[in-house]
């Protein structure tokens, strides 16, 4: 089974605080997503990576920015936290870019910015 | 603007009847179409999926149909039981492109 692993399942930061949102994959998937979900709006896609070193923006990128330096991590880093950013994190992996290669997500991440 | 819709945030239904969710969307490009499942303080995880070349897929309790005329889709779930209680996204993809999510219907099945 695939498992995603999101370090933290509750954050609390501050406004203007620098924010690390840490993602581990164990099946060796090419691909990586961060999303937020908010109620009333689903979830939208922030910032996903085809590959190692690789980003590329989703629909929300504005405040946002990605590292992945190894195959299974994917970072997401909040500059400068902002009230408007708490909402809860998923973090999801899939094997490739074929039609059929569904999303795993991790459990989430609540982040609140106080 | 959202291309994927779920126009009803909730839906209750007793147990051993049928459950529909229903989801519309508006990007006639998209192919390819999959339904995710959420627990509360868990990810969502993948229930069943659909191409556009079919009008049904069925997966023992779960049946998924499209009418691509009608830009529409929706997940049976036969019979219901009180373990289905979840929060059910629909989710679309344009060829190799990322997945747009609707916002949700929360099913709730009553014992």
């Known amino acids: 089974d695939v498992k995603v692993t999101q370090s933290s399942r509750y954050l609390v930061k501050r406004t203007g605080e620098k924010v690390f949102l840490e993602c581990v994959q164990d099946m060796d998937h090419e691909n990586m997503f961060w999303y937020r979900q908010d109620p009333g709006l689903g979830l939208r896609l922030i910032y996903f990576s085809y590959d190692v070193k690789m980003k590329e923006k989703g629909d929300i990128p504005e405040g946002y920015s990605v590292s992945r330096e190894k195959k299974e991590r994917f970072s997401l880093i909040l500059e400068s936290a902002s009230t408007n950013q708490t909402s809860m994190y998923l973090c999801?992996?899939?094997?490739?870019?074929?039609?059929?290669?569904?999303?795993?997500f991790g459990n989430g991440t609540r982040l609140t910015v106080t | 603007d959202q291309q994927v819709k779920q126009n009803s945030p909730s839906l209750s239904v007793q147990e051993g009847r049928i459950s529909i969710l229903n989801c519309d969307y508006t990007?006639?490009?998209?192919?390819?179409f999959l339904w995710y499942k959420k627990y509360p303080a868990e990810g969502p995880t993948f229930l069943i999926s659909i191409s556009s070349i079919k009008d049904k897929n069925e997966d023992g309790r779960f049946t998924v149909f499209l009418n691509k005329s009608a830009k529409h889709l929706s997940l049976h779930i036969v019979p219901s039981q009180p373990g289905d209680s979840a929060v059910y996204f629909c989710?679309?993809?344009?060829?190799?492109?990322?997945?747009?999510f609707g916002t949700g219907t929360r099913l709730t099945v009553i014992p």
């Open positions: 990007n006639s490009m998209f192919d390819y």
């Open positions: 999801a992996s899939s094997m490739n870019r074929g039609l059929s290669s569904p999303l795993h």
């Open positions: 989710a679309a993809r344009a060829g190799a492109n990322n997945l747009f």
